[in-house]
């Protein structure tokens, strides 16, 4: 069992910065996987990134490559994702989720534990 506990979030203005942060209690294996989705107003939730939590590989959605970083701190068991670069269109409720699936594993309903969000605005 993992409990997870978003923080951070907040409004900047476009191109500003933000770093969320998710802590998670419980066994974190090298096989589960970190990811952290966001849900827009009337859109449905969506990965933005993922990462393995034994070798710290990674996947970015297409429109936040090169703008936002996953990392995490094993020692800690800690996620995090920089978010640089914002838009408008990032404006959502963040949330970090795990999974101990390996595969397909950008859909919702592979990830068993989930945060419970955190909002992100961007104004511009």
């Known amino acids: 069992q993992v409990q997870l506990v978003d923080i951070g979030g907040g409004s900047v203005q476009t191109g500003g910065s933000l770093r969320l942060a998710c802590a998670a209690s419980?066994?974190?294996?090298?096989?589960?996987?970190m990811g952290w989705f966001r849900q827009a107003p009337g859109k449905d939730r969506e990965l933005v990134a993922r990462?393995?939590?034994?070798?710290?590989?990674?996947y970015y959605e297409d429109s936040v490559k090169d703008r936002f970083t996953i990392s995490k701190d094993n020692a800690k068991s800690m996620g995090y994702l920089q978010m640089d670069s914002l838009k408008p269109e990032d404006t959502a409720v963040y949330y970090c989720a795990v999974t101990r699936r390996l595969s397909q594993l950008t859909l919702v309903s592979r990830y068993d534990y989930w945060g419970q969000g955190t909002q992100v605005t961007v104004s511009s």
């Open positions: 990462i393995k939590w034994g070798d710290g590989s990674t």
């Open positions: 419980g066994r974190m294996f090298t096989d589960y996987s």
